[in-house]
């Protein structure tokens, strides 16, 4: 029996395509009732237009729109989500970032996922989705679709891992509780690892359904993109330094091409370097079969190359960008303004 169901969504800033990913989440097929609040720091914010016209759009839909300017921390998102909060009117809350697009079935099977015995809370795995044809939003989505997403789907498939993601966090109230409201991630970086752990604390387990959902990257420069993903590869060393340390075998093209400088680039390097160039091809071909993603594996080599630069700046970097501030960060994930 369907359960009804509050989507809290933050906002901040015109995002591209913000107007459509909000609108995939006002066509579901779902039997039961369904609020969504969208929420920003302040009216003057250009995402309450938007969300606004989303609202006028779907005259149907349940939306509740929230321009909150009290601070509650030094992360923006929770403080923008604990402004949110008192308008939600239902038991199962699913917390989804502003760049997420999600098909028809995904509240169903979001739903179904959370009413699970012992599940505590559901997340989602996703794809990057440039939202135009340039290079860098290019990049951006190859950066999800061919290093993020088979690392993950690999440590879920081996046990490895047990992640909760900002593309959805959906929980009971009752669970969200007892894990100490979102007030207990106020001034977290990985607010959304933070809660998975939280969540398992408690002796829940998280649970990722065969589901994908869709990220908007829309990275116009490389020094925004750097940026960007060097705040995601950050938090990763801080949440997990042991496996981010071993991520580095995963850059197979950046490793051989060292190996070649070092061996003077003989044929049993370049051999290598050739073999590796091959596998991460052959990866990038099955990632656009299975999920339709369309990125052009001739940028293959160049993102691997990237990839790499931002692993090895995470390793030293001491500060984080994040919304046009800028954030210290603990070791113990602690996060404070600049």
Request: with cysteine.
């Amino acid at each position: 029996m369907p359960v009804p169901v509050t989507v809290l969504k933050p906002l901040y800033g015109d995002e591209p395509q913000l107007a459509e990913n909000l609108t995939t989440f006002c066509r579901q097929d779902y039997k039961a009732p369904v609020q969504l609040v969208l929420g920003m720091h302040r009216s003057d914010d250009s995402a309450f237009g938007i969300a606004h016209g989303v609202k006028l759009s779907n005259p149907d839909q349940d939306i509740t729109i929230v321009a909150g300017a009290t601070r509650h921390g030094a992360n923006p998102k929770i403080s923008n989500l604990l402004n949110m909060l008192p308008a939600a009117k239902h038991d199962l809350v699913v917390i989804s970032d502003s760049d997420i697009a999600v098909p028809p079935d995904y509240l169903a099977a979001i739903a179904s996922a959370v009413q699970m015995p012992e599940t505590g809370v559901v997340t989602c795995c996703y794809t990057g989705r440039p939202v135009s044809a340039g290079l860098w939003p290019r990049l951006s989505a190859m950066g999800i679709n061919h290093h993020f997403l088979p690392d993950v789907m690999f440590a879920l498939a081996h046990g490895f891992a047990s992640p909760c993601f900002g593309s959805t966090i959906a929980l009971k109230r009752s669970v969200l509780d007892e894990i100490g409201g979102l007030q207990a991630f106020a001034d977290r970086l990985a607010d959304d690892y933070e809660i998975g752990r939280a969540v398992r604390s408690r002796g829940y387990r998280v649970a990722v359904p065969p589901l994908i959902v869709s990220h908007s990257c829309a990275e116009v420069t490389g020094r925004e993109l750097f940026r960007h993903e060097l705040r995601w590869a950050r938090t990763i060393r801080l949440v997990n330094p042991a496996g981010f340390a071993g991520s580095i075998v995963t850059h197979a093209i950046p490793l051989s091409l060292i190996g070649c400088v070092f061996l003077a680039f003989t044929p049993v390097s370049l051999a290598i370097l050739a073999g590796a160039i091959a596998t991460r091809v052959w990866l990038a071909i099955q990632i656009n079969s299975r999920f339709g993603t369309g990125d052009p594996i001739w940028l293959v080599p160049a993102r691997d190359l990237l990839s790499f630069v931002i692993f090895i700046r995470a390793l030293f970097a001491g500060r984080v960008d994040w919304r046009g501030a800028r954030f210290h960060v603990s070791s113990a994930g602690a996060i404070a303004q600049d």
